[in-house]
């Protein structure tokens, strides 16, 4: 008998279908992947089994009997707990504190709080989690964005749940933390927990999850065992297209140098970066995180000026001290943050996509509304934007359009003649990922100049022209397509013992 079953669920919103009928089933024990790109259902489906919202039609069943879950605290109640893709700590609270939010432990029968044990209690998971160097008592606050996820992951342990889902887990942990994660996932299914597996990345389904259910247009479309779909069946399913058709045609066209990094040194951030990008070129960057990689294209847009070296932009010197300056010298960058660096989130999309062209709607210093509405209504429609309204707040957007918001605001610079992209399919769906993929590679054919820095290897693989590693802030070796093999890219990365092949060029 299955754990748990959704039985032809459904549910809408103001007459529009966001669930249309999802049916699946999964034993305890057993890493379920949910898979689909945005829009799918998948964020309405983890409501209604979280509590957020109810189902209009079917059923929701756990050890085959029929559950009312009317909201999160039933779902709590039935040992359901959710960590979802945003992060739902308090920063002004501790560690501990937020990981025993409504269930701190108390001295006797008083209302005082045992911090001892809070603290114990917050340490012991934390360190079967695999980070017991994480300080219960520390202020959430004073930790990187990776460790409050963990954190937000812990949280939802500290109940030893029956059903855990997770939405994109580890999209902002490093790939050690990713594996003790993974470690976690895996003991948790032995030891008969269920868990649901939501995430982008389809290297990690195949990694964790013991069978598959692919969400389309809000109705589930198909299910296996892991072993029994193929990523070229998966990502059909999916998008309605093959795998071979995920990533554009490499044109080959390259030109004149548009930029020249020569020498550039930060500290001991990164040191002696030299080279070079063309007209009409991608070139992809490469490396495992704390490799140095963000640091380098931060220094070349400004943001984090280098100390030492010289950047070349079209033969002039472009050693930029700010953003803007880059802006002015026809540089745009995409930034890995999108929500932290890139988009103003409680500000409408109309604005946001408006933020980099000023001077083409005010070129008096007073916005012309009409003018703004037509050029960001032209991009939206260019990049099919999917919005309600262009006044609505960017927050309200998917992760794949919001992502379509910030490349929409540098599309609509003039004259830009270098883009660089920090992780630009970041938590976007496959499908927004192929048309991400393809306007990257129409500016390239247009003789724009592309720097894509990714630390998905199928991605920097499949796009790139030619590819820079990068380990230990400095360039290890630079390799052409013809020697683009993930072990050797990762041998590069990680240190490994990697020699030089015909057309690859070791730094």
């Known amino acids: 008998m299955p754990h748990l079953a959704v039985s032809h669920i459904a549910k809408s919103y103001d007459g529009n279908p966001a669930v249309r009928d999802i049916s699946f089933e999964v034993a305890g024990g057993r890493v379920l992947a949910l898979c689909g790109e945005n829009g799918a259902g998948k964020s309405t489906l983890m409501k209604m089994l979280s509590g957020a919202t109810t189902p209009d039609a079917g059923e929701i069943l756990l050890d085959g009997k029929p559950v009312a879950i009317a909201g999160p605290s039933d779902a709590m109640a039935l040992g359901i707990r959710t960590v979802y893709q945003e992060l739902s700590l308090l920063p002004h609270l501790s560690v501990a504190e937020n990981m025993l939010l409504g269930r701190m432990p108390t001295r006797g029968f008083s209302f005082v709080v045992d911090w001892p044990e809070a603290n114990r209690i917050a340490a012991r998971v934390l360190a079967d989690f695999g980070f017991p160097e994480i300080d219960p008592a520390a202020l959430v606050s004073s930790l990187s964005v990776a460790r409050q996820q963990i954190v937000e992951i812990a949280k939802a342990l500290v109940a030893e749940p029956k059903i855990l889902i997770l939405d994109e887990p580890t999209a902002v942990i490093s790939a050690a933390e990713a594996a003790k994660l993974f470690d976690k996932v895996r003991d948790l299914a032995a030891n008969g927990t269920t868990v649901l597996y939501i995430s982008h990345r389809l290297e990690e389904v195949y990694a964790i999850a013991d069978e598959i259910v692919v969400l389309k247009d809000g109705r589930s479309v198909l299910s296996g065992e892991v072993a029994e779909l193929s990523q070229e069946r998966l990502i059909n399913a999916m998008v309605g297209r093959p795998l071979s058709a995920i990533f554009p045609e490499r044109r080959g066209t390259a030109g004149r140098p548009v930029l020249e990094v020569e020498k550039l040194s930060l500290g001991e951030v990164f040191q002696d970066i030299s080279f070079e990008v063309r007209a009409g070129e991608i070139v992809g960057m490469f490396g495992l995180v704390g490799s140095g990689r963000t640091e380098i294209a931060k220094a070349i847009f400004g943001a984090t000026p ?164 990068v380990r230990g802030g400095r360039i290890v070796a630079e390799l052409l397509p013809r020697n683009f093999r993930p072990e050797t890219v990762f041998a590069h990365a990680a240190g490994l013992e990697a020699g030089a092949e015909p057309g690859e060029r070791l730094h």
């Open 306 to 469: 280098a100390e030492d070296g010289s950047i070349r932009l079209n033969g002039a010197a472009a050693d930029f001290a700010s953003p803007s300056q880059a802006v002015r010298g026809h540089v745009a960058m995409l930034t890995e943050d999108r929500k932290g660096d890139g988009l103003a989130l409680d500000v409408s999309v109309i604005d946001n996509a408006g933020l980099a062209s000023f001077a083409r709607y005010a070129p008096k210093g007073v916005i012309d509304g009409a003018k703004r509405r037509q050029l960001v209504g032209e991009k939206i429609r260019e990049l099919a934007i999917k919005l309600a309204d262009p006044a609505q707040p960017v927050r309200q957007l998917s992760g794949g359009n919001q992502q379509k918001v910030v490349l929409a605001k540098w599309l609509l610079v003039e004259g830009i003649q270098l883009f660089i992209f920090d992780e630009p399919t970041r938590g976007v769906d496959i499908a927004t990922k192929v048309e991400i993929y393809q306007m990257i590679r129409d500016l390239a054919d247009s003789g724009v100049a592309v720097l894509m820095i990714s630390s998905e290897m199928p991605e920097v693989l499949g796009m790139a022209d030619r590819l820079l590693v």
